[in-house]
């Protein structure tokens, strides 16, 4: 069974203040690796598509990494209305289906 | 930028009774899948859907589960005989092929 870790749980960073996200993987036949952010009652927000270790995708202040067992989000300067859980879910195999994360969740202050 | 809608945003029933939620999907995709996520929980797959049958389903998809692709445009998730632990938001997603999938809003699900 495909399995994907977040850490930390939570992140509480003052405005400016940039950090990462991990997300570890295992398993068989990774097809592709993606990120999402989600709002407090609302539907996933497609961020990142990630297929092979080595890869980095950015927008605005985010960038995404992948490694053969790893994925990284790294929020550069973050401002408030970055706050949200960030979500890594993988796609592996013959399956189509995601497989999520628990999630990160990112508070920013001004 | 199109989008992928879901109605009702919010549902409340009585337990043991059938609920049906509708997605629109985006225009060009080909590819619609239901996710599921318990307050406080992962998100989890139930089900995935191409060329009108089934492709994907998980453990938690039983027979009280059903989708179809009434009339060609909207995507529906049937609940038979819902149970408390049913209660969850419950999103649609699509694809144009097997690549990024595009969540709705979702619609919360409340079994009392």
């Known amino acids: 069974e495909d399995q994907v870790t977040q850490s930390p749980e939570a992140l509480r960073l003052q405005e400016g203040e940039s950090s990462s996200l991990n997300c570890s993987y295992t398993?068989?036949?990774?097809?592709?690796l993606f990120w999402y952010r989600q709002d407090p009652g609302k539907g996933p927000e497609f961020l990142f598509t990630l297929y092979s270790a080595g890869e980095e995708k950015e927008k605005e202040r985010l960038k995404a990494t992948l490694t053969k067992k790893e994925s990284f989000l790294h929020i550069t300067a973050p401002k408030p209305e970055d706050s949200a859980t960030y979500l890594c879910?993988?796609?592996?195999?013959?399956?189509?289906?995601?497989?999520f994360g628990a999630g990160t969740t990112v508070t920013v202050r001004a | 930028e199109p989008e992928v809608t879901q109605t009702p945003s919010h549902q409340v029933t009585q337990m043991g009774q059938e609920v049906i939620l509708r997605c629109v999907p985006i225009s060009n995709h080909l590819y619609f899948y239901w996710y599921r996520q318990i307050l406080g929980q992962k998100v989890e797959f139930l089900v995935s859907?191409?060329?009108?049958?089934?492709?994907?389903k998980s453990e938690i998809f039983d027979d009280q589960f059903s989708v179809e692709r009434p009339d060609g445009s909207n995507f529906t998730l049937k609940i038979r005989s819902t149970k408390l632990e049913d209660s969850a938001m419950y999103f649609c997603?699509?694809?144009?092929?097997?690549?990024?999938?595009?969540f709705g809003p979702g619609t919360r699900l409340t079994v009392t």
């Open positions: 997603a699509t694809s144009s092929f097997h690549y990024e999938q595009y």
């Open positions: 879910a993988v796609q592996a195999g013959d399956d189509y289906k995601l497989s």
């Open positions: 859907f191409y060329n009108n049958e089934i492709s994907e």
């Open positions: 398993v068989s036949g990774l097809r592709g």
